[in-house]
C-alpha cells in the first residue's frame, strides 16, 4: 500500500484513523504491527485484506490494483488470494466448524474441500470440533476454526486481527506457529496487528502505529 489514507466521518466527528501509510510485505515474510488501542491497526488492516477502501491511496495485491475494482472482484480475491482473520471471529452460524473452513474452497468448486477443511482444523488443534455449530465452542475455539478458514486454499497475503487475543498460552502458540507456517512453508505474506508481545520474536519486522501513523519500532519502545 502507498499512501494510504483513511478518515471516518465528517466535519466535527471526523476520526483520520490512518494517515499516509505506506508497507510492502514480501512473500514468505510474517510483519507485525503493535499500537495502543484506537491507534488504527484495524483500520489498517482492513484496508491490507481488502475488505475496505481508504480514502486515498493505492493498494495491491501482487502487483495487481485493488481499488476501485467493484465488489464481485473484490469478493474473489477475498476468498482465492488474501484470507483475514477478524478482530471478532465471524463464523457462519448455520454451518458446522468443517464446514465453514471448507466454505471459501466449496464456493470455489475444489475438489477434497471437506478433507482440507478438516486438515486445516488439525493444524489448530480444533479437529475434535469439526462438527459442532459456533454457539457450541467457546470463544478461544471459535477463534481458531475462523483461523483455520483464513488458511486455506492459495492465500497469497494473510492478514490477522488480534488472532491470538482470547487464546490462553498453549492455543496462541499453534496459531502462531500455524500463521507463520503459512509464511515460511508456503510463502505467503503474512501481517498481523496485535497486542501480544510473545509475536516479537517471530517477526521479520516489527512495526507500531500512533495516532494513525505507521513506523517501525524504535528503540524497542511500542
Ligand atoms: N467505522 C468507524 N467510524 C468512525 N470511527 C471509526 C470507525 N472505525 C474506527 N474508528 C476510529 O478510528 C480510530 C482507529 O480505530 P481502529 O479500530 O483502527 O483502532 P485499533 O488500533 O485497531 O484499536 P484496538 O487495539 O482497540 O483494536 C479510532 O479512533 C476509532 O474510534
Ligand atoms: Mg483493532
Partial sequence: MDGVVQEYGVGQARVVAVRDASLRIERGEVVVLYGQSGAGKSSLLQIAGCLAEPTRGTVRVDGDDVIGIGAKRRADLRRRRVGYVFQEYNLLSVLTAQ????????????????????????????????????????????????????????????????????????????????????????????????????????????????????????????
Fill in 99 to 222: 464446514e465453514n473452513v471448507a466454505l471459501p474452497l466449496e464456493l470455489e468448486g475444489t475438489r477434497g474441500a471437506r478433507r482440507r477443511a478438516l486438515a486445516a482444523l488439525e493444524e489448530l488443534g480444533v479437529d475434535q470440533l469439526a462438527d459442532r455449530y459456533p454457539e457450541e465452542m467457546s470463544g478461544g475455539q471459535r477463534q481458531r476454526v475462523a483461523i483455520a478458514r483464513a488458511l486455506i486454499g492459495p492465500r497469497r497475503l494473510v492478514v490477522a486481527d488480534e488472532p491470538t487475543g482470547a487464546l490462553d498460552s498453549a492455543s496462541s502458540r499453534a496459531v502462531r506457529e500455524a500463521l507463520v507456517a503459512r509464511a515460511r512453508e508456503h510463502g505467503a505474506g503474512v501481517l498481523v496487528g496485535t497486542h501480544d508481545q510473545e509475536w516479537s520474536a517471530l517477526a521479520d519486522r516489527v512495526l507500531v502505529m500512533r495516532d494513525g501513523v505507521l513506523g517501525p519500532v524504535q528503540g524497542g519502545v511500542l
